[in-house]
Nanobody, 128 residues
Framework: QVQLVESGGGLVQPGGSLRLSCAAS????????MSWYRQAPGKQRELVAD?????????ADSVKGRFTISRDNAKNTNTVYLQMNNVRPEDTAVYYC????????????????????WGQGSLVTVSS
């Protein structure tokens, strides 16, 4: 059973910084790719940023230049981070970690057997 456990959410003032972490646990050979989504009250869930195994990144226009996604692929780690700088009230949302394709073993990778996993969500509130 693979789980994504998020941490680092909370209350931050406009212009401040916050770092979210998401650690994957369980039987994992590899994960391609990992992402952060967010859902604000009354809005649809949207992609914030994603990162491939090799480190290629993609950002929503609304966070470019302010947020940075990174990941640690070291054995038994599989952690993705979201560094949020110069936050704005409109960044207030529940942030979800997402693993698009989790391969539990090398055999699963070779056989293209995978599943996706979502984290439980972490609330970020930007307010003075």
């Amino acid at each position: 059973q693979v789980q994504l456990v998020e941490s680092g959410g909370g209350l931050v003032q406009p212009g401040g910084s916050l770092r979210l972490s998401c650690a994957a646990s369980g039987s994992i050979f590899s994960i391609f790719p990992m992402s952060w989504y967010r859902q604000a009250p009354g809005k649809q869930r949207e992609l914030v940023a994603d990162i491939t195994y090799g480190g290629n990144t993609n950002y929503a226009d609304s966070v470019k230049g302010r947020f940075t996604i990174s990941r640690d692929n070291a054995k038994n780690t599989n952690t993705v981070y979201l560094q949020m700088n110069n936050v704005r009230p409109e960044d207030t949302a529940v942030y979800y970690c997402h693993a698009d394709r989790v391969f539990p073993t090398y055999s699963d990778y070779v056989s293209a057997r995978y599943f996706e996993v979502w984290g439980q969500g972490s609330l970020v509130t930007v307010s003075s």
